[in-house]
């Protein structure tokens, strides 16, 4: 079982920095791919990114491309998403996810089995 828990949501005007984290529970931090997803209001939740075990892959959707920065420290079972260059849409409920103790990496929230409680990030204008 693996307890995910995210902090570093806030209020934040366009243009601005956040940076998100989500702690872990349990050994097998570090044997999962680790991924954000978003829920917009309105809105499906939608994948943001994901790092695979090593940390050395990484994946974006597009929309945050050159924004974002995923990173992760598997010394301390945690993850992290630097966000800058914040944007009106970027608001959403962030949520970390952790997918199977495998090498797979994946965009599919089909294929992530642990979530946290997510974390609302607001940007103004």
């Known amino acids: 079982q693996v307890q995910l828990v995210e902090s570093g949501g806030g209020l934040v005007q366009a243009g601005g920095s956040l940076r998100l984290s989500c702690a872990a529970s349990?050994?097998?931090?570090?044997?999962?791919?680790m991924a954000w997803f978003r829920r917009a209001p309105g809105k499906e939740r939608e994948f943001v990114t994901y790092?695979?075990?090593?940390?050395?892959?990484?994946y974006y959707v597009d929309s945050v491309k050159g924004r974002f920065t995923i990173s992760r420290d598997n010394a301390k079972n945690t993850v992290y998403l630097q966000m800058n260059s914040l944007k009106p849409e970027d608001t959403a409920v962030y949520y970390c996810?952790?997918?199977?103790?495998?090498?797979?990496?994946?965009?599919?929230?089909?294929?992530?089995?642990?979530w946290g409680q997510g974390t609302q990030v607001t940007v103004s204008s």
């Open positions: 996810a952790a997918g199977q103790t495998s090498y797979r990496t994946s965009v599919f929230e089909s294929d992530y089995d642990y």
């Open positions: 790092i695979n075990r090593s940390g050395l892959s990484t």
């Open positions: 349990g050994r097998t931090f570090s044997s999962r791919t």
